[in-house]
């Protein structure tokens, strides 16, 4: 089945999800919602397929090492997959992550799915980016093949011209 990536220009599908962020009782699973940062910051939405999967825990690394140029950008970066919030927690406690993981795990692939980013045959989660605004839309959309890495040189290039027409 081919995917049918959501649209730019089009209001993104809100969306709450378990994290790899800690709950008032310790463990993994702070519930994060998209519309929290409405208004707020521009959210990068990195679909991913697989933790610790090495193009995957690649790229995460990339994004914690360039963390400031996100948050320079007005960008909030949260990664989601299909695996659990559990799982998540260990990834990015291994990587030293500072930004959340979002489980798109039960039922599974609910949020790629709302975004054309599912692939159904393999039973995880695209390779994608998907950048939504402030006012909610989507700004950007990208999607790789699974073992080609995501450019994050374009991604910051994009989000430091889009900071620069909201101020």
């Known amino acids: 089945m081919a995917l049918d990536p959501i649209k730019v220009g089009v209001e993104a599908p809100d969306f709450e999800l378990p994290s790899s962020e800690l709950t008032p009782t310790g463990k993994p699973g702070k519930p994060i919602r998209l519309s929290d940062y409405r208004g707020k910051r521009n959210v990068v939405l990195v679909f991913y397929p697989l933790d ?50 979002l489980a798109d795990f039960h039922p599974k692939g609910e949020v790629a799915r709302k975004y054309g980013l599912y692939l159904e045959e393999s039973g995880i989660t695209a390779r994608a980016t998907v950048v939504v605004g402030k006012d909610g839309l989507v700004k950007l959309v990208q999607v790789q093949q699974i073992p080609e890495p995501r450019s994050g040189q374009r991604l910051l290039e994009f989000l430091e011209k889009l900071a620069q027409s909201e101020r």
């Open 52 to 101: 610790f999967s090495p193009v995957c825990t690649g790229e995460n690394q990339c994004f914690q090492k360039t963390a400031d140029r996100y948050e320079n950008a007005d960008a909030q970066i949260l990664g989601i997959s299909v695996d659990s919030a559990w799982a998540h927690a260990a990834f990015a406690r291994e990587l030293g992550l500072s930004y959340p993981l």
